[in-house]
């Protein structure tokens, strides 16, 4: 993987420099396209990703025109196929050919679906590996399963300012492994897993992959396809934008799914849900990932946020990404590290996600004094401040005046 | 329980007459709440309730308010507690004491996770006790959780009119009797089961009782904590109009509480959350019961809805319900029954909710027919027409214009 955005810092000691870069930046016009307060910047939307624009005037039409006008009509008129089309959107995102990706509950209860479901076709074996920095959710899902289960987990512990590394991962698994599962982009570190070289560790010991994409979707290139994953799970709300709880989606590999399965045997992932016949017969298609009745308000933010990623294309966000992140590197080197900041982000930016941790002793109450001041970011225990650098929506000049703040506080001027 | 509603439409033999009701309605202004398009009668509000016109106001404010504006301290500022406020705004209105009902995912996946949490507290029992006419869901997710755990299901089957009665369900609970879950009031039939003597006798033998309220919360008084229920679920896209794939809310006994658990552990169930420590532990509230970040647009629609039913009265709901379908019944009889339509609701108002289902062998064509002239009905197979009276939202004369609709496609008119 190329650097394409390492060049594009290197010069950068003033705000017009910064300035420039934003001037030229192929990506700038989509940051009309989403709400955005005037008085702050906002370095979280590896969180919550702003609103767009369309989404506030597609959840009008909706709420207003669909639900008011149509009412219960609106389920036979697109509602009850968006969990397969949005999920279809979303899979083109990530190398996934069509009907592979659906859209579910909440990540958590996709991630316990899609794991419980490796289980089962791994029969026998005993244990689950993953690592102590994966997303505390993943973590304690795969705690609860284990136990339900009686299985045991292997926690791998990588490099804080890493993650998953395929050859560790290697030395894990073996033939009692059923399961291996990492984030694809560290939620705290940012680091990019090789997902073909991981996968295939995996696989060598001939367990089942299931990548956490929350952080990968929308920021970095991603080819579920191509790079053999079993299946994957990932949260919408933040690079795409899908609003305060909006729901996940849940990717499986072509070849699994006429043998898939999930626990939770809900309606809609029933062939024919509508005829509610006696006994319950998976559907054919992705559709038996379903369970419940899907929530048509988030799933058509959700619509929204991830028509505007596709539109910019994964390549230039992964662009401006590195050239973001980058930046900030730059400038915490050149001008925060007398005051004791440092990365803990990868530096190399091929392995480096759209957002950047940087350290700090006092961490907790920067995070406090930058809020204060407009600067939105968020903190992670004990010495983290992480900074999103949500390709779409934040400028050049952001980083700059972010990191100026800082520097002030840190100077106490 | 007395029937006040079954002496209004004792001399309704014109639209005149039904038109003198609505005028006497106590409830006549809250229609006015909602927003109803103008060329449809909507008996379909059980299935999908229409939208509040807060609700749209609601939406908007959060939307462009806080999302928009507010952006991630959104969290902070009430997103967050949003599970527990919803789920005490609508225990209120089921009986039950603060701090026992939540709000999580999908109807199917709260009832998963609340079947799955009762076998857990009857270890070595190998039962469960649902009936075939339950609705489809429930019926599928308990197939799930028995062959996941080898258990057995019991298939109760009732009269197809009436529901669970507490003697029939006493005959089939016994020793190997983990758990009894049934529909308090039936998706098709509209009976209303004895909470009650129906949770006495799964008590008896030593069961837990799981309620499905979905079609009672915001239709028919529910009581569960004098009632002695364990646990309920139920959906709030119904007679509470939360909108199309609104979250469904948890209840859990008080006693209960400190030791029930449910399989999905996601890090918004665990104690202390964005601490993202290791290792999973419950929290000491009803929080327990959730697992990933929850559905804010949902849940606030939820609240509108909830906050409607509550300030018109459950009583008064009642009230107007049992006179509705007191007059559709009347109708029925005095002028449809010549034409092979029959009743297929109880008659008895004190154990029918707030929708009747009345039968034809043509009740296909006639839903369809019904509909293209905008009458909003439910067809269910194989003969049964669902006419749902949402006491909010209907009025007296939409019960005779949309019977005289039908009368006039029997009469081939």
Redesign the interface.
Known sequence: VSDPGAAVHADVATREQAAALDANDPLREFRELF?L?PD?I?L?GN??G??PRS??DR??EL??GE?????????DEG?IDLPVTVGDQIGGLLGAGPGQTVMG?????CF?KLASAALELRPGRSEIVTD?DNF??D???L???AQ?RGLEIVWAQFDRTRGPVADEVAALVGERTALVSFSHVSYRSAFVADMAAVTRAAHEAGALMLWDLSHSVGSVPVALDADGADLAVG?T?KYLNG??????FMYVRRELLPEVGQ????????RD?F??????ESAADARRLL?????????A?VQQGAGIVSRAGIDRIREKGIALTELAIAIVDSRLADFGVSVASPREASCRGAHVAITHPDARALCAGLIERGV?V?F??PDVIRLGLSPLVTRYVDVWDALEVLRALLAGS
């Open positions: 709400e307060p702050v906002y979280d969180s919550l702003p609103l989404t506030r959840l009008r709420v207003e639900w008011g006008t149509r009412l219960i009509r609106g389920w509602w509950d909440s990540t958590s209860v316990y102590v505390p959710t973590r304690y899902v705690e609860g399963i339900q949260c709300y609003g305060p709880g909006a729901p996940a626990p939770i045997w809900g309606w809609l992932g029933r849900p005829e509610m016949a006696p006994g319950y369970s419940g009745t899907p929530p048509v308000l988030g799933l933010a939105i968020d992670r225990g």
